[in-house]
């Protein structure tokens, strides 16, 4: 069974960086891409980063809105995949969601996100 | 970035119903259109891939239909445990881009 759990949010101040983890079971994590979605609070979704497996030399996307404060990275090893975000805003209070697959199949449940001081 | 225009917001309607949810893309994006389902609380789930491709272990009341820049999804008899916040996807080109999401509820 696929599972994929994040966890690392919580409430962090306007300036800030948080690092959020996505542990990933139940599927062949190295033959994946991986992503990062948020939904803010009653908006809709955003499509926030991609890592891509080896065969494509774990390349990387981002949101243009993120550019430069995100980062995402994967673990192979671990069947994991990150998002660093510095320089957190009040936009940024949102869920973010760990999904397989460059059109997701699966998505985690979610971690929430909250900026504000 | 393509723009996913998806109609309409909210939808009221009873069970046995037949339901359609409408995405229209801003530009052509071939068959690379997803159908996501998200009941509160829930992380979202999958039903349709690649515009008309039902997604394993998803009752075939649910399927979609269309091409280019034109999508509709289809529950042919509406159920209670349908009631949930609908969105597309669309999968052409990066960024991947959704839309706003349409709300399902019983009359």
């Known amino acids: 069974e696929v599972q994929i759990l994040e966890t690392g949010g919580g409430l962090v101040k306007p300036g800030g960086s948080l690092r959020l983890s996505c542990a990933t079971s139940?599927?062949?994590?190295?033959?994946?891409?991986m992503n990062w979605v948020r939904q803010a609070p009653g908006k809709g979704l955003e499509w926030v980063a991609q890592?891509?497996?080896?065969?494509?030399?774990?390349?990387?996307y981002y949101a243009e809105s993120l550019e430069g404060r995100v980062t995402i990275s994967r673990d192979d090893s671990k069947s994991s995949v990150y998002l660093q975000v510095s320089s957190l805003r009040a936009e940024d209070t949102a869920i973010y969601y760990c999904?397989?697959?460059?059109?997701?199949?699966?998505w985690g449940q979610g971690v929430m996100v909250t900026v504000s001081s | 970035d393509i723009q996913m225009t998806q109609s309409p917001s909210f939808l009221s309607a009873s069970v046995g119903d037949r339901v359609t949810i409408n995405c229209k893309a801003s530009?052509?994006?071939?068959?690379?259109l997803n159908w996501y389902q998200q009941k509160l609380g829930e992380a979202p789930k999958l039903l349709i891939y690649?515009?008309?491709s039902l997604q394993t272990g998803i009752p075939s009341r649910f399927s979609g239909s269309g091409s280019g820049t034109d999508f509709t999804l289809t529950i042919s008899s509406l159920q209670p445990e349908d009631v949930a916040t609908y969105f597309c996807l669309q999968h052409n080109s990066w960024p991947h881009t959704f839309g706003a999401g349409t709300k399902l509820e019983l009359k």
């Open positions: 890592i891509r497996n080896k065969n494509y030399n774990y390349a990387t």
């Open positions: 999904t397989r697959r460059g059109a997701p199949d699966y």
């Open positions: 139940g599927f062949n994590f190295n033959d994946y891409f």
């Open positions: 530009q052509n994006i071939n068959r690379y």
């Open positions: 690649n515009a008309n």
